[in-house]
């Protein structure tokens, strides 16, 4: 769409009411306010319902303030059969509620699959039906008291953001140090939950201590580079400046 900028896609539907899709239709808008943008949402929410109803009310008013269209509680029926994540001319988008939308690009942002290539073999009896690694309060993997596991990879019932995941580091590099000593290890006991849900480059939607966050903090916090910078840098490293932010 950069590429190509206002020649094509004139109509973009976005498969997903989740914060990737919700942050996909407020980015395309910003930049190209001329198209017309429909988010579709199996759900009659966005984003997540852990959250106090004010996020909700937040990012509806966001979306509806940029002309965003959402359509609830119904799910595209034809995806397998369109073209995704590619200019094509007179697509028709179908859902199960029976509505049809014309457009020239579509992009799924729909599902979690947990990426368990690397230790379904060796760990298969402690995986869930969802492919994920069931986990004690201590974050063991059950049945495998030696190995730990964080992340998107466990079963835990939470949002999977890299925010709960530095929760989840943290804690065992705490538990790590704690086991060494022969002192006690402190159990997980789930994150506060926290989101900021940038609708385009100059606010969205967020929340944090239990206080609402509005286009401002947004801003401030997260849409100038998606966090981009600090994960570099809670891993030690540098942001390399062949990154363009």
């Not at 984003?47 to 509680?73: C, E, H, M």
Request: include cysteine.
């Amino acid at each position: 769409i950069q590429e190509r900028g206002n020649t094509c896609e004139k109509r973009v539907v976005v498969v997903g009411g989740g914060a990737v899709g919700v942050e996909t239709a407020g980015e395309i808008k910003t930049e190209f306010p001329d198209k017309e943008v429909t988010v579709v949402s199996a759900n009659d929410y966005l984003v997540t319902t852990r959250t106090q109803p004010g996020l909700q009310d937040n990012l509806k008013a966001s979306l509806a303030k940029k002309n965003i269209t959402v359509i609830y509680s119904d799910r595209v029926s034809n995806l397998c059969d369109l073209t995704v994540n590619k200019h094509v001319e007179g697509q028709v988008v179908q859902t199960t509620g029976g509505k049809e939308i014309a457009a020239d690009l579509v992009i799924p942002c729909v599902g979690t699959t947990v990426n368990n290539s690397f230790f379904k073999a060796a760990l298969a009896d402690a995986m869930t039906e969802s492919g994920a690694l069931d986990v004690n309060e201590y974050l063991q993997v059950k049945g495998h008291e030696n190995i730990y596991a964080m992340g998107d990879v466990t079963n835990l019932d939470e949002e999977k953001m890299a925010y709960t995941a530095k929760i989840h580091a943290n804690l065992l590099m705490s538990n790590y140090i704690a086991e060494a000593k022969g002192e006690d290890r402190k159990p997980y006991s789930g994150a506060r939950v926290a989101m900021i849900v940038p609708v385009g480059r100059n606010g969205g939607a967020g929340q944090y201590m239990g206080m609402q966050l509005g286009d401002l903090m947004v801003k401030q916090f997260k849409c100038g580079d998606l966090f981009a910078k600090s994960t570099w840098g809670d891993l030690g490293m540098k942001l390399p400046d062949s990154v363009k932010l």
